[in-house]
Protein backbone atom coordinates (compact mmCIF):
# COMPACT_ATOMS: atom_id res chain seq x y z
CA UNK A 1 0.00 0.00 0.00
CA UNK A 2 0.80 3.64 -0.36
CA UNK A 3 1.80 5.81 2.27
CA UNK A 4 2.44 9.26 2.90
CA UNK A 5 4.06 11.56 5.70
CA UNK A 6 3.27 14.36 8.21
CA UNK A 7 5.68 16.37 9.68
CA UNK A 8 5.46 19.13 12.74
CA UNK A 9 8.90 21.66 13.16
CA UNK A 10 9.64 24.08 15.36
CA UNK A 11 12.87 25.82 15.45
CA UNK A 12 13.82 28.53 17.50
CA UNK A 13 17.22 30.87 18.09
CA UNK A 14 19.16 33.56 19.84
CA UNK A 15 22.53 35.00 19.12
CA UNK A 16 24.82 37.23 21.02
CA UNK A 17 28.13 39.38 20.42
CA UNK A 18 31.67 38.08 22.45
CA UNK A 19 34.41 39.51 23.61
CA UNK A 20 37.22 40.05 20.28
CA UNK A 21 33.96 39.75 17.74
CA UNK A 22 31.94 36.27 17.89
CA UNK A 23 28.87 34.74 17.91
CA UNK A 24 26.71 31.80 19.13
CA UNK A 25 23.29 30.72 17.80
CA UNK A 26 21.01 27.83 19.46
CA UNK A 27 18.12 25.96 18.38
CA UNK A 28 15.51 23.19 18.99
CA UNK A 29 13.90 21.02 16.38
CA UNK A 30 10.92 19.08 16.55
CA UNK A 31 9.53 16.67 13.51
CA UNK A 32 7.18 14.02 13.77
CA UNK A 33 6.48 11.36 10.72
CA UNK A 34 3.16 10.31 11.39
CA UNK A 35 2.54 6.62 10.37
CA UNK A 36 -0.61 6.42 7.26
CA UNK A 37 -3.69 4.36 8.60
CA UNK A 38 -3.17 0.79 6.63
CA UNK A 39 0.13 1.57 5.53
CA UNK A 40 2.82 -1.03 4.76
CA UNK A 41 5.26 1.27 3.24
CA UNK A 42 5.58 3.46 6.17
CA UNK A 43 4.72 1.27 8.94
CA UNK A 44 5.96 3.06 11.78
CA UNK A 45 5.51 6.84 13.56
CA UNK A 46 8.56 8.39 14.80
CA UNK A 47 9.47 11.42 16.87
CA UNK A 48 12.34 13.72 16.68
CA UNK A 49 13.98 16.30 19.20
CA UNK A 50 17.34 17.38 19.26
CA UNK A 51 19.18 21.16 20.56
CA UNK A 52 21.42 22.39 18.12
CA UNK A 53 24.34 25.21 18.76
CA UNK A 54 26.88 26.74 16.74
CA UNK A 55 29.18 29.34 17.52
CA UNK A 56 32.41 31.38 15.63
CA UNK A 57 34.70 33.55 17.89
CA UNK A 58 37.20 35.98 16.80
CA UNK A 59 39.35 36.04 19.93
CA UNK A 60 42.46 38.16 18.35
CA UNK A 61 42.65 39.61 15.14
CA UNK A 62 44.49 36.58 13.99
CA UNK A 63 43.21 33.89 15.97
CA UNK A 64 40.17 32.35 15.76
CA UNK A 65 37.30 29.22 16.32
CA UNK A 66 34.38 27.47 15.56
CA UNK A 67 32.00 24.73 16.92
CA UNK A 68 28.86 23.35 16.33
CA UNK A 69 27.48 20.55 18.59
CA UNK A 70 24.16 18.75 18.15
CA UNK A 71 22.33 16.83 20.71
CA UNK A 72 19.60 14.49 20.13
CA UNK A 73 18.17 13.27 23.36
CA UNK A 74 15.39 11.21 21.90
CA UNK A 75 15.10 9.60 18.02
CA UNK A 76 12.49 6.48 18.55
CA UNK A 77 10.25 4.77 16.95
CA UNK A 78 6.76 5.74 18.82
CA UNK A 79 5.01 2.90 16.97
CA UNK A 80 6.67 0.50 14.38
CA UNK A 81 4.44 -2.86 14.01
CA UNK A 82 5.17 -4.69 10.71
CA UNK A 83 4.60 -7.75 8.73
CA UNK A 84 7.74 -9.85 7.89
CA UNK A 85 8.17 -13.52 6.52
CA UNK A 86 11.75 -13.16 5.94
CA UNK A 87 13.56 -15.84 8.97
CA UNK A 88 16.71 -13.39 8.89
CA UNK A 89 14.50 -9.86 9.65
CA UNK A 90 12.56 -12.09 12.29
CA UNK A 91 15.36 -13.00 14.07
CA UNK A 92 17.69 -9.82 14.07
CA UNK A 93 14.25 -8.08 15.87
CA UNK A 94 14.30 -10.89 18.20
CA UNK A 95 17.77 -10.03 18.89
CA UNK A 96 17.08 -6.64 18.86
CA UNK A 97 15.19 -4.09 21.43
CA UNK A 98 12.29 -5.49 19.99
CA UNK A 99 9.75 -8.72 19.87
CA UNK A 100 10.61 -10.94 16.60
CA UNK A 101 6.78 -12.92 16.86
CA UNK A 102 4.75 -10.70 18.98
CA UNK A 103 2.01 -12.38 16.62
CA UNK A 104 1.35 -14.77 13.68
CA UNK A 105 -0.70 -13.92 11.02
CA UNK A 106 -2.13 -16.32 7.87
CA UNK A 107 -2.67 -14.70 5.00
CA UNK A 108 -5.02 -16.29 2.59
CA UNK A 109 -3.86 -17.88 -0.61
CA UNK A 110 -6.35 -18.95 -3.00
CA UNK A 111 -4.96 -22.58 -2.76
CA UNK A 112 -5.71 -23.93 0.67
CA UNK A 113 -2.68 -25.26 1.00
CA UNK A 114 -0.59 -22.41 0.27
CA UNK A 115 -1.09 -19.99 2.99
CA UNK A 116 1.36 -17.51 4.00
CA UNK A 117 1.99 -17.32 7.56
CA UNK A 118 3.73 -14.14 8.86
CA UNK A 119 4.98 -13.03 11.90
CA UNK A 120 4.77 -9.49 13.28
CA UNK A 121 7.46 -7.97 14.81
CA UNK A 122 7.21 -4.69 17.07
CA UNK A 123 9.85 -2.68 16.98
CA UNK A 124 7.98 0.29 18.86
CA UNK A 125 10.72 2.28 21.22
CA UNK A 126 13.72 1.26 19.45
CA UNK A 127 16.13 4.27 18.14
CA UNK A 128 15.71 5.62 15.00
CA UNK A 129 19.14 4.09 12.98
CA UNK A 130 22.49 5.59 12.18
CA UNK A 131 21.51 8.93 14.13
CA UNK A 132 23.69 9.75 17.25
CA UNK A 133 22.76 11.26 20.31
CA UNK A 134 25.67 14.04 20.14
CA UNK A 135 27.38 14.98 17.44
CA UNK A 136 30.43 17.69 17.41
CA UNK A 137 32.43 19.78 14.85
CA UNK A 138 35.39 22.42 16.08
CA UNK A 139 37.98 23.87 14.19
CA UNK A 140 40.70 26.41 15.49
CA UNK A 141 42.80 28.86 13.00
CA UNK A 142 46.15 31.13 13.50
CA UNK A 143 46.66 33.78 10.80
CA UNK A 144 49.21 36.58 10.90
CA UNK A 145 51.22 38.27 8.23
CA UNK A 146 55.12 36.63 7.15
CA UNK A 147 57.10 39.63 7.41
CA UNK A 148 56.56 41.97 4.33
CA UNK A 149 56.23 39.20 1.62
CA UNK A 150 52.56 39.96 0.67
CA UNK A 151 52.17 36.22 2.26
CA UNK A 152 50.24 35.03 5.65
CA UNK A 153 51.42 31.77 7.50
CA UNK A 154 49.07 29.91 9.23
CA UNK A 155 48.34 27.18 11.30
CA UNK A 156 44.95 24.98 12.12
CA UNK A 157 43.27 22.19 13.15
CA UNK A 158 40.13 20.61 13.05
CA UNK A 159 38.13 17.75 15.24
CA UNK A 160 35.45 15.74 14.51
CA UNK A 161 33.04 13.34 16.90
CA UNK A 162 30.46 11.89 16.53
CA UNK A 163 28.60 9.31 19.17
CA UNK A 164 27.42 5.71 18.90
CA UNK A 165 24.52 5.09 16.84
CA UNK A 166 22.47 2.08 15.84
CA UNK A 167 23.28 0.68 12.47
CA UNK A 168 19.78 -0.76 11.62
CA UNK A 169 16.09 -0.39 13.06
CA UNK A 170 16.15 -3.64 15.03
CA UNK A 171 18.76 -2.29 16.69
CA UNK A 172 20.98 -5.39 16.84
CA UNK A 173 24.32 -3.86 16.07
CA UNK A 174 25.91 -0.63 17.35
CA UNK A 175 28.66 1.21 16.22
CA UNK A 176 31.06 2.89 18.73
CA UNK A 177 31.36 6.31 18.78
CA UNK A 178 34.71 7.86 17.13
CA UNK A 179 36.37 10.83 16.96
CA UNK A 180 38.82 12.21 14.21
CA UNK A 181 41.85 15.28 14.49
CA UNK A 182 43.06 16.91 11.37
CA UNK A 183 46.37 19.67 11.08
CA UNK A 184 47.47 22.11 8.83
CA UNK A 185 49.86 24.29 8.17
CA UNK A 186 51.03 26.87 5.39
CA UNK A 187 51.64 29.96 3.67
CA UNK A 188 49.17 31.98 1.54
CA UNK A 189 48.13 34.71 -0.36
CA UNK A 190 45.87 36.01 -2.70
CA UNK A 191 46.64 33.72 -5.52
CA UNK A 192 49.06 31.28 -3.79
CA UNK A 193 48.52 28.62 -1.25
CA UNK A 194 50.76 25.74 0.14
CA UNK A 195 49.71 23.64 2.61
CA UNK A 196 50.79 20.60 4.45
CA UNK A 197 48.56 19.05 6.27
CA UNK A 198 47.92 15.66 8.24
CA UNK A 199 44.59 13.95 8.57
CA UNK A 200 43.63 11.22 11.43
CA UNK A 201 46.53 12.45 13.47
CA UNK A 202 45.73 10.11 16.28
CA UNK A 203 45.14 6.81 13.36
CA UNK A 204 41.66 6.30 14.91
CA UNK A 205 40.56 3.15 13.48
CA UNK A 206 36.86 3.39 14.41
CA UNK A 207 34.28 2.17 11.94
CA UNK A 208 32.28 5.19 11.17
CA UNK A 209 28.93 4.17 8.83
CA UNK A 210 28.02 0.52 8.11
CA UNK A 211 24.89 -1.08 6.00
CA UNK A 212 23.24 -3.82 6.85
CA UNK A 213 22.80 -6.47 4.35
CA UNK A 214 21.12 -9.24 6.44
CA UNK A 215 18.99 -11.13 3.83
CA UNK A 216 17.47 -15.05 3.96
CA UNK A 217 19.38 -18.20 2.81
CA UNK A 218 16.60 -20.71 3.26
CA UNK A 219 12.79 -19.92 1.36
CA UNK A 220 11.41 -22.72 3.27
CA UNK A 221 8.18 -21.23 5.05
CA UNK A 222 9.81 -20.49 9.36
CA UNK A 223 6.02 -21.26 10.49
CA UNK A 224 5.11 -24.98 11.40
CA UNK A 225 1.82 -25.13 10.78
CA UNK A 226 -0.84 -27.39 12.29
CA UNK A 227 -3.96 -28.28 10.71
CA UNK A 228 -6.15 -27.60 13.43
CA UNK A 229 -4.53 -24.64 15.33
CA UNK A 230 -3.57 -22.46 11.99
CA UNK A 231 -0.17 -21.69 13.17
CA UNK A 232 -1.20 -20.94 16.33
CA UNK A 233 2.19 -23.06 17.77
CA UNK A 234 4.34 -21.26 15.32
CA UNK A 235 8.01 -21.93 16.07
CA UNK A 236 10.62 -20.20 14.13
CA UNK A 237 13.57 -21.50 12.74
CA UNK A 238 16.56 -19.27 13.25
CA UNK A 239 18.12 -19.42 9.88
CA UNK A 240 19.44 -17.02 7.97
CA UNK A 241 22.33 -14.41 7.66
CA UNK A 242 23.62 -10.98 9.26
CA UNK A 243 25.91 -9.30 6.58
CA UNK A 244 27.58 -6.16 7.70
CA UNK A 245 28.88 -3.72 5.37
CA UNK A 246 31.50 -1.78 7.27
CA UNK A 247 33.35 1.80 6.49
CA UNK A 248 36.97 2.27 8.02
CA UNK A 249 38.31 5.82 8.73
CA UNK A 250 40.95 6.44 5.81
CA UNK A 251 44.06 5.23 8.04
CA UNK A 252 46.72 8.59 9.18
CA UNK A 253 47.61 10.69 6.16
CA UNK A 254 50.03 13.68 5.51
CA UNK A 255 51.06 15.72 2.22
CA UNK A 256 51.27 18.97 0.90
CA UNK A 257 48.92 20.99 -1.27
CA UNK A 258 49.73 23.81 -3.69
CA UNK A 259 47.14 26.39 -5.34
CA UNK A 260 47.33 28.98 -7.36
CA UNK A 261 44.77 31.27 -8.73
CA UNK A 262 45.00 33.29 -12.04
Not at 9 to 16: A, L, N, Q, T, V
Not at 209 to 216: H, I, L, M
Not at 240 to 256: E, H, K, N, R
Request: proline fraction near 5%; glycine fraction near 10%.
Amino acid sequence: GGGEERGEGEKSGESSGWGGGGRGEGGFFFLMIRRPPRSTLFPYTTLFRSFEFDSAWQATDNLSFTAAYTYMPRAKYTDFESLEDSIAAITEAELGAGEGCAEVIIIPDPSPSSDDPHCVTVLTGNDLEKIPHHNFVGTVTYQAPLYNTGFDWFLGGDAFYTGSRFVEEANSNILQDYHLINLRAGITSDRWEILAYVDNVLDNKAIQTAEDYTSQIFKEDWCLVDAAARCSNATVRRLGTSTMLAFLPDPITWGVRARASF
